[in-house]
């Protein structure tokens, strides 16, 4: 076997499928982006180069401002609402044993495995101001008025909670088994010394779980930028712009509006903001080296 992987044609054999699907899959499709991004390419017929001009109304446009605010404002939701809830839900998880748990991580786990379509036409019916599961939900303690939960004021709290309840069972599931890859010995040597259940959590499980951290706020800031098709479906970003999203906006610049090289910018500008943040979370999160 040795003999066999030390040969440099099973070696290229084996490494050439991988470049390949990175190649055609990844590589060339940024790289098309990067050279529309700087034409006045309308998805059919010919590409004029424009330079940077894309670019420069990239800065003015307001609409896309909102967008990427509203994407940041998801991300703030992800990573301080999201997640320390994922967390404390998969530390009881652990703590529960049997059959209550594989059954409760199965029900957190539901609404992932549910279409986006049937999940967006679901709140659609929830948050209907007529006879929404919602407001008749507030009738009964009492409340006569009718909320629009789609409104300009109410939108774009509204889109967070479902994205944020949607995404919920990924994040609970990746802290979940990072949880159960500590070594339980830790806890039994803690629980000797007397640490309570606050103090081992902070001192044992928040240290060791540092990795499984990291990439979950990253991904979550990353699937921030690229929410498109639940947004699409509950409101497609209205009213006016007050629930547009990065994704969501590109879609319409490149599909609706016909400017393929305007949304191909914006795409540039998401590959720019992700690397960006990976880098600085890596950073953030890097151990630092005692001399």
């Known amino acids: 076997m040795k003999k066999l992987y030390s040969n440099k044609l099973v070696i290229l054999s084996l490494v050439l499928p ?28 010919k590409a004029e180069f424009i330079s940077l001009d894309n670019y420069i109304e990239l800065f003015s446009d307001k609409n896309f401002h909102i967008s990427l605010r509203n994407s ?16 404390i839900v998969a530390v009881i998880l652990d703590k529960l044993q049997g059959k209550a748990e594989g059954i409760l991580r199965c029900i957190y786990f539901i609404p992932n495995v549910i279409s986006v379509a ?48 949607h995404g919920f069972g990924w994040g609970m599931l990746i802290y979940y088994t990072g949880i159960k890859n500590i070594d339980p010995v830790l806890y039994e040597a803690a629980a000797i010394d007397g640490a309570n259940t606050t103090v081992t959590f902070f001192r ?18 990353i699937s921030a930028l690229k929410q498109m098709e639940t947004v699409y479906l509950l409101t497609n970003g209205g009213p006016g712009n007050s629930t547009q999203f990065a994704a969501n906006y590109l879609y319409q610049q490149a599909f609706k509006a016909f400017r393929y090289g305007y949304g191909n910018a914006i ?7 992700c690397l960006a943040v990976t880098i600085l979370l890596n950073k953030m999160f890097q151990e630092k080296k005692i001399a």
């Open 118 to 165: 049937v999940i967006a036409y679901l709140w659609k019916f929830i948050y209907n101001p007529d006879f929404g599961l919602l407001n008749n939900v507030l009738k009964t303690f009492g409340y006569q008025g009718q909320i629009n939960w789609f409104s300009s004021d109410n939108a774009i709290w509204s889109v967070l909670v479902v994205l944020i309840w």
């Open 72 to 87: 940041l404002f998801l991300a703030l939701g992800f990573i301080f609402i999201q997640h320390p809830l994922a967390i």
């Open 267 to 273: 795409g540039v500008v998401f590959i720019i903001i």
């Open 204 to 221: 044992i499980t928040l240290p060791l779980m540092k990795s499984v951290i990291q990439v979950n706020v990253t991904m979550a800031i």
């Open 18 to 45: 991988g470049i390949f699907v990175f190649i055609f899959a990844i590589l060339a499709p940024i790289s098309l982006s990067f050279y529309y991004g700087f034409t006045s390419y309308s998805g059919m017929g």
